[in-house]
Structure formats: C-alpha cells, structure tokens
C-alpha cells in the first residue's frame, strides 16, 4: 500500500494540508538517512523507511473502521496526526552511527563502563579471541572485530531512543524543518520519538506526556501518542521485514540474531483492526516459537498497560483499546509448530510449593518479625489517602499530585488509631489462663466491599494498589505494590480480626468482619455494624511489644507521614507527627567567644521529591562558615571535657513518608531528609537495598536544589568574596563532587606567572596547553626540616602558569589537574629537595603489569636530567600518586622492554614475573631507598629465567639506595 493510500495520511491531507506535504518532504529526507542503519546493524531486520511506514499503516488500522479516512474512532486533531507520523518517521533515527562516532564511543568513559558492566562477558569473550594461540593472526582479528562491531551495536541499541533526540537537535536543517521551528512541536515529536524506548510507568510523567497541550493551536494528547508509536512499532511483523535477501546480506550473524530473523516468516495470518488484533504463527524451532510468543507477549501487555493509562485521560478517554489475548483457550494470538517442526510444545511451567512460598513471604522477607506492623500501616495510609481524594472531588476541590500537598487542616481529620491492651485468654484444652497482647490498627480511609476483598486483599501478589481499578480512579503513587505485605502479619499472630467497611461499595452491601487464623485456612465472614468507611485490624499477638516499643517503632517508621497517628497505650494517648524541621534545628553556643554553631534548613519541593537539605555551620565572628565540619568535629570536641557538638540530623530515606533508610553518623556539614513520592524510587519486596548509602545527588531535583543553596551561600559570603577566599569552595566541593562541573567558571586554581600569583577558573585551566608544578620530592623523613627556602622564587623565571605543592593540596578531590596530562620534563630545583615538572596535553606512559591487579601507583615515564636516578615518587595526595620513573635510566630502558614485550606476546611466566617485579618497586620508592634489597635481588634472578629472550636480559647495573632519591637528599 502506497502511503497515499493510507487512511492516516489521508485524513491528515483533508485535515492539514500543510502538515500533509510537510511529512511528504520529511519522507524524502529521512529515506536516505534510515538507509544508513543496517551499516551498523546489518544483524538486525528492517529497521529502514519501509519499517517507519509499515508502523503508519498499522497505527491507521488500529484508529480508523475498512481504512476509511472518513470514519474514524477517534477525533485527533490534524497536529496530533502529524507528530504520530513524523514520529513513525523518526524514531529510529538514533541508530544512524558513522564510524567517527563508533570511535568515539570506545573511547568514551561510557563504553568502559559497558564493557565492565552489562557488555563484560562478550568483551571478554573478544579479547580472549584475539589472543586465542589457536587461530591464525587474520581469523581471530576478522572474528574479534566483526564481535566487537555487534558489541558496539549492541551499546547503541540500548541508548538509540535517547541518541534520536540529540540526533534530531543537530540535523533539524537537514531533516526539512520538520517541526516548523516551533519549539513546543519538537519537543513533543522528541518526546514521543524517545517513549518507544522507556519502560511503561515512564509514560505517567506528566510533564513529559501530557494528557493535554495546547499546540500550534490544537490540543494534543502527547502521552497517548507514545502509547500508539510503542503498539505500532510492535506490530511491524511483516514477512518482509526478515527478507532473506537481507538475511544473506547479513550473514555471518551473532548466535541468537537468526530466530529473529526467521520468526517473521513463520506467520499465515495476520489481522489488526481498531478493535481486535490476531495472529497465528507455525514455527519450525523452539527458538523461533519462544522469541515470537515473548513478542507477542510483549505487544499483549504493552495494549493492557494501554488501557489502564488512558482509563483516567482527560482527551481521548473514549478510546477501547483492541481485544488482544494469549495463551488462552480462544486467544487471538496462536504460536504453534508446523508440521515438520521437531520440538513439542508444552504449557509445562515451574509450579509453587504454596507451604514452603507462605513459609518465605511470612517469616523470612524481612528483618525483625515486628516488621509486619509497617506493612499494616502503609495499607493504611494509602487507604487514607484514596479517601481523602475521594471527599475533595465529593466536594469540587482540586487534587493535588501528591497527598502530602493537601492542607494540613484537612489532613489531620484522618487520624490513625494504634493500641495496645493486654487481654485474657483462656486455653480451650487446659482451661488455663493467660495474658496476650491485642494490637489495633485502625483508619477512615476508603475500606473493603466484597469484590476488592476478593479480587486483591485475598489474592497473593496482586495489589489493588498497582491495579487498573486503582489509576483509573486516583492520581496519586502508592506505597503499597506487591499485594503481600498483609502476610507478614501471620508470624506473630493466628488469629486476625479484619473490620471493614465502603461507602461506596456495589449494591449497598454493609461493613464486613473477616477472621483469620492463617493464610492457607478458610476464613470467617459475619456483617459489621461498623458505619464509618475505613478498616480497623485486630492482631492477638503470640509475640510481646516491650515498654514504649511500641511508640519508639512507629516514631522512627512515620518521619514523613502526613496523617496525625495516635498510640493508645495501657490508657495513655502518644500523637506522632510528621518531623519538623525547626525541631532538628539544635544552635548552640560554645566554650570559646564569638564562636557558635548553627544548622540552617533548605527545603525541598520538586517533582516527586521532598524534604530539606540541612547545613552545619560555625559561626566564628558573626561570619557563618561551611568549611569547619572537620575543625568543630575533631578539633573542638577533643580541646575540653566539657565541649560538645549540638545534635545534627542524620541523612534520611522516606518512601511516602516511611523511612527506609537512615545513616547513623554522616560526616561533612551536609545532610539531607528526603520523602520521596513519585516514581524515581523503586523498593524490593522486603524494602531492605533502601539502607544502603545513598548518592543524594544523583538525583537531579536534589541536585538542582543544592546548587542553588551553595551558589546563594558564596554569592553572601564574606569568607568566599575575600580575596584569598579561593579556596573556600573547595571544603564544599570535598563533600560534594558531582557540582563540580557547575562550578567550571568559578575561579579555583591559584597559579603563578612569572611570580605574580593569579587565580583562575577550571575552564581557563582546561584550555592551557602547559603548566609547571613545584613539588617536595625529598625522603619523608627529611621533610620535618625546616624550609629555608623561597620556593617561590621558583616561579620567577617562567611565563607558564605554575602550581606549588601546597596549593595542589588545597585543591577538593573532585578536581583532577593530571587528567590527560603527561610530564615531559623534570627538573631539579633548589637544593635538589624540590622538582620543577613541565605538564602537557596527552596520554601518560604508564607502565604497568597485565593483569596485575591495581598497585596504587601510577608509574609514568619521563625524563628527569640525573640518568643515574631511577625513580621517585613526584606528588603524594588528593590529585594522584604518580611516580616518575626516569627514561634516561637504563633500568627503566630495561622495564620498557618488557612492558612492550608482554603487550605484544602471551607469555604467562614472564607476565608473572614482571608483575611481582612492579610490587617489589614501590616500596623503595616509598620508603625513599630504603628496603632496596628484596628488588635488588629479583632483578638479579631474572637472569634465571629460563629461556628469556635477550632483549630482557637485564643490564649490568648495581641497585643501590641512591638511584631513589635525588643525591642531596641523602646527606
């Protein structure tokens, strides 16, 4: 079918003709550029313009009845027709590579991460094919790169839908304009390009996908044209997307590409039309059968995740999306063998032992027994939180994203109600009794009719929650998603009173009273004469809460929660609330004058994200400073008995205001207390990878925030603006590093110039093509002599920026001055105690050991002008621990060889050699000569080795003390 005939260009040609021949000139522009793709994925089927089109066509099927423009099922507005199609056009364009840019992706620290990380298995297998002894030179060469070529299109593959949008940035021009220059436009066709790639939840960002946006003067539904780009480009299984011409083409082909390939051809029947879609397929291989029912699996899931998001749409809620089903008796997908296929296929699946799961999920999910209390309670809150958006819609007030937004007023009119009573009981066998403690939950939230009871509080693993039934109705995130945290209750108690009651239920049904004495027995049902909506949970407890147990679990869970929680107790009332940020805010004077510390609290409110950053600060002379954490902490606290710090708050985790996770004693003057609400953070079933450290400011919201406090802070600091105040921003970036980059323009290295000192920026930095640095390279244990010396004076008699030890150590650890710069030259300066070494732009020559591990020690080459000096160690903190090792030496000549030897032959012995070689000379190094021997005396057993090619003969050189350390040194 020719595009012109399809009903969706149609209808968009007597919509918009102008949007109309603009796709038409898109066509033409991106045609050429999709054609490039099977140069880096010549492996994969047809992802060119034929593919973009076959996408149109079904996308058209699935929106309008006999591909008849004129009835369509859904009123889309012509902008909204065009962004689907471009998109349809563009959403692949992330996979055209030149080979410019493959070589700077293995260049790339992201390809080194890849290659240690997901890719690590297939890089080794290449690196073990080219070293392999038993291939010829060309074969493992040709084998090596043509893997590594699939490798690399592999890395590609996983980023392409995030490449398509830098893609489109740099070729707007060339790809017609497509967008018209208008800049809402773009963004959305980037935004829909990018959503085939994501993960289905990512769909609910509504900032990204709207269900409603105003452009070029019509309303889009910018979320529901991810939802069709993603169905449509599942729905591409033409046979002729796996041509065998292509195929042959392709060969050779990585061991698992073929049954994509050939899974195409298997299908004899095809049908997708706006309200139901079919397939039936005959394979020949098992392969074949379960990559074709995972993708139709797959399109089956991605249509059911459609329509619970579109079930809550303010546009296009109408829409039903197609019946679509597998495995099923009826189904409308059929995978099945052919008549000459050699497998059988089963729907034998791993089955559970129910005892021994009920046994795991019960008892050993989580941490401390008394655990199943804080899955009560976040059932609680969620329930709570349903029924306070219930009443704000009852009565026409907006809905805020997050519950934790409602007004405060409203909020604590759903209290949750805990107590603890201790009752009698009596054994029915003995007649004896005896005290058990009864714990009561209770909310006002929406409780339970006899369907939601049934079809999710009864059903292990299924979450009303996460249900469809669920986002229709509510907008807000959840705390509660797997449907089995209620199970843990059954490790400390047989015998569970469950008292509900819904408003709202179907047929008026009254509140309900379950009994429960286990998961896997019947349970009791009896009505309640409960008339307030919510569910109140009775535990008789076989375990004991001790004395203020109660409150001190509940307390340390509830730090962010936004509902009031009252804890009756033995006749005494307990009220938690969420914390209050004053109420951390401990200041304090001290034993000194003028001298005071103070925590500041700096909110935070983003997308999904709240809480504060605090900040420790010592305020000496009215001046408040942020670099005497270290001073205040170690310092301060030793020099009296009396002297203490204030209580400063730990780092915090809350998922929905339940802490998680919280750090016992951070170090650094920064903190953050953060609850977050939306989407960015997931939990395991037992929540417990939440106490693991977090990198705070990985997350942009935090991120963003905490740049706009330390810029506000420098922006009015007295001590910043001084001008010698420098470095004061390095004690933040110390504790900070990931802003570094933020912080490019700041002026933060202090150079000299022909003497004159100079502070400048890290950009002004970057761009210099040399630098000098005065370092101390004396013996430590030289360095308690006094300096008698100007070293300053070092920096006289050179134009080129300069750095002294001393400011090098001043600088944060996030700042690395030695990358990708190499020593040429060093020089002896005053006394022979300090080097005068001369930095370029390029790679070191490290020498280094293969496979021998990390020795701490980076060994560079490079020439120093006493040839009878081996090596010494050059700088010693923060920025490195570099060595240099003297190319005009003739033990470092000899080493080199080796290095180059190894990089050139697999020889195990002499790579085992020169390995323990390295580690034995770091330690004379270190020790500035001292403890020579045991190097000396390997050196000299090299020359047993047996069979040694001459070229790593050793020379005859006697290793001494002296060729460590420049001579002066030594007296």
Same mark, same amino acid.
């Given at each position: 079918m020719q595009l012109s005939d399809i009903a969706l260009v149609q209808y968009l040609k007597s919509k918009s003709p102008l949007y109309y021949g603009k796709i038409l000139e898109l066509k033409e522009s991106v045609a050429n550029w999709l054609s490039y793709i099977p140069q880096t994925f010549p492996h994969y089927t047809r992802h060119t313009v034929e593919h973009s089109e076959e996408?149109?066509? &079904?996308?058209?099927?699935?929106?309008?009845? %006999?591909?008849?423009?004129? &009835?369509p099922i859904l009123r889309l507005s012509s902008v909204e027709v065009f962004i689907l199609i471009a998109s349809a056009y563009l959403h692949d364009?992330?996979?055209?590579?030149? @080979?410019? !840019?493959? =070589?700077?992706? +293995? &260049?790339?620290?992201?390809?080194?991460?890849?290659?240690?990380?997901?890719?690590?298995?297939?890089?080794?297998?290449?690196?073990? *094919?080219?070293?392999s002894t038993s291939l010829e030179t060309s074969v493992k060469?040709? +084998?090596?790169?043509? &893997? *590594? $070529?699939?490798?690399?299109?592999?890395?590609?593959?996983?980023?392409?839908?995030?490449?398509?949008? @830098?893609?489109?940035?740099?070729?707007?021009? =060339?790809?017609?304009?497509?967008?018209?220059?208008?800049?809402a436009l773009f963004k959305t066709i980037a935004d829909v390009c /990018?959503?085939?790639?994501?993960?289905?939840?990512?769909?609910?960002?509504?900032? #990204?996908?709207? %269900?409603?946006? @105003?452009?070029?003067?019509?309303?889009?539904? /910018?979320?529901?044209?991810? +939802?069709? =780009?993603? +169905?449509?480009?599942?729905?591409?299984? *033409?046979?002729?997307?796996?041509?065998?011409?292509?195929?042959?083409a392709a060969c050779p082909l990585p061991a698992d590409s073929l049954a994509h390939w050939t899974q195409y051809q298997r299908i004899y029947h095809r049908l997708t039309a706006y309200d139901r879609i079919e397939l039936v397929a005959k394979c020949n291989t098992q392969d074949e059968h379960r990559f074709l029912q995972d993708w139709c699996q797959w399109l089956v899931e991605e249509i059911n995740n459609a329509s619970i998001l579109m079930s809550k749409a303010s546009r296009h809620s109408s829409w039903i999306a197609p019946v679509v089903t597998i495995g099923k008796n009826n189904s409308t997908i059929k995978v099945e063998p052919s008549g000459s296929a050699m497998y059988i296929p089963s729907e034998w699946k791993f089955e559970l032992d129910h005892d021994a799961v009920f046994q795991r999920l019960i008892l050993d999910v989580y941490k401390n027994e008394k655990e199943f209390l804080r899955e009560i309670l976040q059932n609680a809150f969620d329930a709570t939180r349903c029924k306070v958006y219930e009443d704000l819609k009852h009565e026409g007030k907006s809905l805020p994203s997050y519950p934790n937004e409602i007004d405060e007023v409203i909020r604590n009119k759903y209290p949750i109600n805990i107590k603890l009573e201790t009752l009698k009981v009596v054994n029915p066998l003995s007649g004896e009794e005896y005290s058990k403690q009864l714990l009561v939950v209770e909310d006002n939230g929406i409780g339970m009719d006899s369907e939601i009871i049934k079809r999710y509080f009864l059903q292990v693993g299924r979450s009303y929650y996460s249900s469809e039934d669920f986002q229709r109705n509510y907008s807000f995130k959840p705390i509660s998603q797997f449907g089995v945290g209620f199970l843990s209750v059954f490790a400390v108690s047989e015998n569970v009173t469950v008292e509900t009651y819904k408003i709202h239920s179907k047929q008026g049904e009254g509140a309900v009273r379950l009994t429960l004495s286990g998961p896997k027995n019947y349970l009791l049902? !009896?009505?309640?004469?409960?008339?307030?909506?919510?569910?109140?949970? @009775?535990?008789?407890?076989? #375990?004991?809460?001790?004395?203020d147990e109660l409150i001190s679990l509940v307390s340390s869970w509830c730090k962010k929660v936004e509902f009031p929680i009252y804890i009756h107790q033995y006749g005494k009332e307990t009220l938690i609330q969420a914390e209050n940020q004053r109420e951390l805010l401990n200041n304090s004077g001290t034993l000194l004058e003028d001298v005071e510390f103070a925590t500041s609290a700096y909110p935070i409110k983003g997308e999904g994200v709240f809480g504060e950053i605090y900040v420790f600060s010592v305020i000496k002379n009215n001046i408040n400073r942020w670099d005497q954490w270290g001073w205040a902490n170690y310092t301060y606290t030793k020099s009296h008995p009396l002297a203490e710090l204030p209580q400063i708050p730990n780092n915090l985790i809350c998922l929905h205001g339940i802490a998680f996770a919280e750090s016992g004693y951070p170090s650094g003057p920064f903190r953050f207390r953060i609850d977050y609400r939306g989407n960015s953070h997931k939990q395991n079933l037992s929540r417990q990878h939440m106490e693991q450290r977090e990198n705070y400011l990985d997350d942009p919201v935090l991120f963003e925030r905490f740049i706009e406090i330390v810029e506000d802070h420098l922006k009015n600091s007295p001590v910043h603006n001084a001008p010698d105040g420098w470095y004061y921003i390095h004690s933040i970036l110390d504790h900070a590093p990931q802003i570094i980059l933020h912080f490019m323009d700041y002026s933060l290295i202090r150079v000299y110039v022909n003497g004159a000192a100079k502070v400048i920026s890290l950009n002004e930095f970057e761009s210099l093509e040399e630098f000098v640095t005065i370092t101390d390279i004396s013996h $430590?244990?030289?360095?308690?002599?006094?300096?008698?010396?100007?070293?300053?004076?070092?920096?006289?008699?050179t134009n080129l920026p300069t750095l002294f030890e001393d400011d090098l150590n001043i600088l944060s650890r996030s700042i690395r001055v030695f990358n990708d710069r190499y020593p040429y030259k060093v020089e002896k300066l005053i006394n022979e105690r300090y080097a005068k070494t001369h930095w370029k732009k390029g790679r070191k020559k490290i020498i280094e050991g293969k496979n021998s591990g990390n020795y701490g020690e980076n060994f560079v080459v490079s020439s120093y002008v006493d040839d009878e000096i081996f090596g010494f160690r050059l700088i010693e903190n923060r920025q490195g621990n570099i060595v240099i090792l003297n190319e005009n030496n003739k033990l470092v000549n000899w080493i080199l060889r080796i290095q180059d030897f190894i990089d050139r032959e697999n020889n195990a012995l002499? *790579?085992?050699a020169f390995n323990k070689l390295l580690e034995l000379l770091k330690i004379p190094i270190r020790l500035g000569g001292y403890e020579y021997e045991e190097l000396s005396n390997q050196f000299e057993k090299w020359k047993e080795i047996p069979n040694l090619p001459d070229e790593l003969i050793?020379?005859?050189i006697q290793i001494s003390k002296s060729m460590f350390l420049t001579k002066h040194s030594l007296l």
């Open positions: 996408i149109v066509l &079904q996308l058209s099927k699935l929106l309008f009845k %006999d591909n008849e423009f004129e &009835q364009s992330g996979m055209v590579v030149s @080979d410019k !840019e493959k =070589l700077k992706i +293995i &260049q790339s620290e992201q390809w080194g991460i890849f290659v240690n990380g997901s890719g690590k298995k297939r890089w080794d297998e290449i690196e073990a *094919t080219r070293t060469d040709f +084998i090596a790169d043509l &893997q *590594t $070529r699939f490798l690399i299109a592999e890395y590609i593959r996983k980023n392409h839908h995030i490449r398509a949008v @830098d893609i489109l940035v740099q070729n707007h021009n =060339l790809l017609g304009k497509f967008s018209f220059d208008d800049p /990018v959503s085939h790639g994501l993960k289905h939840f990512e769909l609910e960002n509504s900032d #990204i996908y709207p %269900d409603r946006r @105003d452009i070029r003067g019509e309303e889009v539904n /910018v979320r529901f044209l991810a +939802i069709l =780009l993603r +169905i449509g480009d599942l729905l591409d299984m *033409t046979y002729d997307r796996a041509c065998p011409l292509l195929l042959n049902t !009896e009505r309640s004469d409960r008339r307030i909506s919510g569910t109140k949970i @009775d535990i008789l407890l076989d #375990i004991e809460f001790g004395e $430590r244990y030289n360095k308690s002599r006094a300096k008698t010396d100007n070293i300053n004076d070092c920096a006289q008699d002499v *790579t085992s050793p020379p005859q």
